[in-house]
């Protein structure tokens, strides 16, 4: 009887282990990303400090900080879609301060309000420091002629704009620009489906599972006659 259900067996078994090991991986990744996202979470809600270039993105991504600076109406218009405000272009704008230029993201553009002016003035702001790299291998290349970007990417922009290499996402502005909605940074946006992952990979382990031993109480069952 054990010749006969060796095989299924060994195969339920080997398959359950390694569905099963998957979803433990998945909950353990789980945890490493509640663990980073509680960090970042502290960060966003501790007090701004002024604006420093002594900044890095290893130390000090996603500190709130406070600056006074003057748009100078250079900016790119990066096109994005599900955010809190709805589908536009995010605004990123070249701002001059007392520590130099330096990138800014100001918020989302209206789609049919691109061809706004920008409001060039001195503002205060209040924001947090990011060093997006949103493109990937599928990201279209920037149309330069109409100042579409599909991806924010600090070098990219920095380097285009003759900036310093970091970037301040506005949560308040003070005069705002009145085109733009501020899209503050959050953890909302963050991935992290490794619950779901986690789930599935379990899920596949009991069916696994179910048909493993299916298959058993079949190679068991005697043969008609």
Same mark, same amino acid.
């Given at each position: 009887m054990l010749r006969k259900i060796l095989f299924p067996l060994i195969l339920g078994l080997a398959g359950c282990g390694v569905l099963i090991s998957l979803g433990t991986w998945q909950v353990e990744r789980l945890a490493w990303k509640q663990a980073i996202l509680s960090e970042i979470d502290s960060r966003l809600q501790a007090d701004p400090v002024p604006l420093s270039l002594d900044v890095t993105e290893e130390t000090h991504e996603y500190t709130r900080v406070t600056l006074t600076g003057t !748009? #100078?109406? @250079? *900016?790119?218009?990066? /096109? +994005?879609? &599900?955010? *809190?405000?709805? #589908?536009?272009?995010? +605004?990123?704008? %070249?701002? @001059? #301060?007392? /520590?130099?230029?330096?990138?800014? @993201?100001? &918020?989302? /553009?209206? /789609?049919?309000? %691109?061809?706004?002016?920008p409001l060039i003035t001195p503002m205060e702001i209040t924001g947090t420091l990011l060093w997006p790299d949103d493109q990937n291998a599928n990201t279209p290349r920037p149309d330069l002629a109409a100042n579409i970007w599909f991806a924010r990417n600090i070098a990219t922009?920095?380097?285009?704009? *003759?900036? *310093?290499?970091?970037? +301040?996402?506005?949560?308040?502005?003070?005069?705002? @620009? !009145?085109?733009?909605?501020?899209? !503050? +940074?959050?953890t909302a946006t963050i991935k992290n489906d490794h619950f779901e992952y986690a789930v599935t990979w379990f899920l596949l382990a009991f069916v696994w599972a179910i048909m493993s031993l299916y298959l058993i109480l079949r190679t068991l069952r005697p043969k008609d006659a």
């Open positions: !748009p #100078t109406g @250079d *900016e790119f218009h990066v /096109l +994005v879609s &599900g955010t *809190e405000a709805g #589908t536009g272009y995010r +605004v990123i704008s %070249k701002m @001059d #301060t007392s /520590l130099g230029a330096i990138l800014v @993201d100001q &918020g989302l /553009l209206a /789609l049919d309000n %691109k061809d706004a002016a922009m920095s380097a285009a704009l *003759e900036t *310093e290499s970091l970037m +301040v996402v506005i949560t308040a502005a003070t005069p705002a @620009d !009145p085109r733009l909605t501020p899209l !503050p +940074v959050n």
